[in-house]
């Protein structure tokens, strides 16, 4: 089964599940947030129809469209035509109560003044009676609108209101062809709303609500989709860190953007991260040191003791043999062999670098090629360039490849002559050992651990390469570069 693909079906799918529950929310918070909005909108707006009435201003603009023509009836001699002005006031009564304006009872009565203010003609007869004077016959709030009126004032809200429950009135200065004020058109009406009114204005406004709605849900589904991916996605991002992380590769990272919670969360969840990278890092340095410290008491408590032991028999084999004897060379060089071999294991014991060749690494190559040559039958060819020093852990690294490379050239190969060359060029160092021997099978180069430490400590030079070449009766070549870093004087 594809473990990492069965994974990232159910990640997608639960992905698409949340987005899909993310745009439903938005889309349902949208259409809820827009039904109580039309609410709102059709009640106030049936409201304002229901209150029309009762303020007077629907009065105003009717009032102001009659009045040029009830001017006329004031002729220019001073005269007025009361029969003409009371057949106009008929006239726009019966258009006021057959228009209605959602009303019912409709119930207008109209007046006229001259500049005086005394009454000059009424209808319905009979109403506005009592006084002469327009005034006696008002309230004191009708009175107010007649006032301003008779002082010409172009205020609506001063000419025109409610002046009891469903009742209005509306004064309206009157202006003769010369533009001189001659009177007063004082309208009163009174009614009330038509059974079903309210329920007319709401059938009304349904079909534009209704539009309002779906275009609103449309949209909704559009925004919430783009809103619900852009937030699911940056989720991924967090859950692919979070994935990568639990395979113990901390290096992903979770987006932060500051901006936002979720951006605050891939900081915290970074921080862990970077926690658990430094924990998993003292973990792996705490296993390596408990081993390394296995091993010291294994090395100190075996390896060790027996090369102390093989000194001890060869130091008495030397001593049993006359000085000019052939063998007592042989026994001095294995003793120094011993004697090196237990430097080496002390110093890996205690973790400490061991010396025991010169600081320069040119010098070293020199010293190490030399003294193996000496002590074999293979004729050595040395070219070594001059170089700077480099950090004693490089140097011993070189060196142990020598070393290796030489001892593999000593006991495989049976070649005769082996090449050492040590360069630098362009900002890298070079080591070359190459022999005349028999070589080996390619798969071979993957099962040696020789081999495998030579690699292991080439690719841990700055910028290291391994490289070897090797075919069955044509001999060995291995070649190791790095990068040239001097050493920094303290």
Not at 143 to 163: C, H, I, M, P
Not at 181 to 204: D, E, N, R, S, W
Not at 301 to 321: G, N, S, W, Y
Not at 363 to 377: F, K, P
Request: overall charge neutral; glycine content about 8%; hydrophobic content about 40%.
């Amino acid at each position: 089964m594809n473990l990492p693909r069965i994974s990232a079906l159910k990640s997608a799918r639960g992905a698409m599940k949340l987005r899909l529950k993310l745009t439903l929310s938005y889309v349902g918070v949208t259409v809820l947030t827009l039904l109580l909005l039309e609410i709102v909108v059709i009640a106030l707006t049936t409201q304002q129809f229901s209150s029309t009435f009762s303020d007077g201003k629907s009065l105003v603009t009717d009032a102001r469209t009659f009045a040029p023509a009830a001017a006329a009836f004031w002729r220019p001699d001073g005269g007025i035509d009361k029969a003409g002005l009371e057949k106009s006031a008929q006239r726009i009564i019966a258009i006021e109560e057959k228009a209605g304006g959602g009303f019912a009872n409709i119930q207008v009565q109209i007046a006229f003044t001259d500049h005086t203010g005394s009454t000059v003609a009424t209808w319905p007869k009979g109403s506005f009676s009592g006084s002469p004077r327009l005034a006696d016959t008002l309230s004191e709030r009708e009175e107010v609108f007649l006032r301003n009126a008779l002082r010409q004032s172009k205020d609506e809200t001063q000419l025109s209101g409610s002046t009891s429950q469903n009742q209005a009135s509306i004064a309206i200065p009157l202006e003769n062809s010369e533009g001189r004020f001659v009177g007063v058109m004082y309208t009163k009406i009174q009614g009330a709303l038509a059974p079903g009114f309210h329920l007319a204005a709401i059938q009304g406004l349904m079909p534009i609500a209704g539009m309002v709605l779906v275009i609103g849900t449309i949209c909704s589904i559009g925004l919430g989709h783009l809103m619900a991916r852009r937030l699911t996605t940056r989720i991924d991002e967090i859950g692919d860190a979070a994935n990568q992380w639990r395979t113990g590769d901390f290096r992903s990272t979770a987006p932060e953007r500051p901006s936002d919670e979720l951006g605050r969360l891939g900081e915290h969840l970074n921080e862990v991260a970077r926690d658990m990278s430094r924990l998993v890092e003292q973990r792996e340095r705490l296993a390596q040191f408990s081993e390394r410290s296995r091993m010291a008491r294994d090395l100190h408590d075996t390896v060790k003791q027996h090369t102390f032991a093989a000194a001890m028999q060869l130091a008495i084999a030397e001593k049993t043999l006359a000085p000019d004897e052939p063998a007592i060379t042989n026994i001095r060089h294995a003793s120094q062999l011993v004697e090196r071999a237990r430097r080496d294991l002390t110093a890996m014991i205690y973790d400490e670098p061991t010396l025991d060749f010169p600081k320069n690494v040119a010098d070293a190559i020199r010293y190490r090629t030399m003294e193996w040559g000496a002590n074999s039958q293979v004729e050595v060819s040395l070219h070594v360039e001059s170089a700077e020093n480099l950090p004693v852990g490089q140097t011993q690294t070189i060196v142990r490849i020598l070393d290796e490379a030489l001892a593999n050239v000593a006991r495989h190969s049976q070649s005769s002559r082996v090449m050492v060359t040590f360069r630098a060029e362009g900002g890298r160092a070079y080591l070359t050992i190459e022999d005349e021997g028999v070589g080996f099978e390619g798969h071979e180069i993957q099962s040696g651990m020789g081999l495998n430490n030579m690699r292991t400590r080439a690719l841990s030079l700055p910028q290291g390469g391994f490289c070897l070449w090797t075919a069955p009766g044509s001999g060995t070549k291995l070649e190791v570069d790095f990068e040239l870093r001097t050493e920094v004087a303290a």
